[in-house]
């Protein structure tokens, strides 16, 4: 059933997507090369941030951070 409907899914994806790493998170340098790989795939609408002094757990690390990068996104 997953494969016929993502078969059938294949055009772009306009849904807004923020894509965050913290930046001494393992996935930080490679941050470009995966949006660049999201937009080929469709992703028409991505924005990419790096939330400063955290690594891979943003919500713990920074979490004042990562509201005020919610509420600039999710508030419009």
Request: aromatic share 10%; hydrophobic share 40%; net charge negative.
């Given at each position: 059933?997953?494969?016929?409907?993502?078969?059938?899914?294949?055009?772009?994806v306009?849904?807004?997507?923020v894509?965050?790493?913290?930046?001494?998170?393992?996935?930080?340098p490679?941050?470009?090369?995966?949006?660049?790989?999201?937009?080929a795939h469709?992703?028409?609408n991505?924005?990419?941030?790096?939330?400063?002094?955290s690594s891979?757990?943003?919500?713990?690390?920074q979490?004042a951070?990562?509201?005020?990068?919610?509420?600039?996104y999710a508030?419009r």
């Amino acid at each position: 059933m997953n494969e016929t409907f993502n078969g059938q899914h294949t055009g772009p994806v306009a849904l807004p997507v923020v894509f965050g790493v913290g930046e001494r998170d393992y996935f930080a340098p490679f941050l470009s090369t995966i949006a660049e790989a999201l937009r080929a795939h469709g992703c028409t609408n991505l924005k990419t941030e790096v939330i400063k002094d955290s690594s891979h757990y943003v919500a713990q690390e920074q979490p004042a951070a990562l509201a005020g990068l919610i509420e600039r996104y999710a508030v419009r």
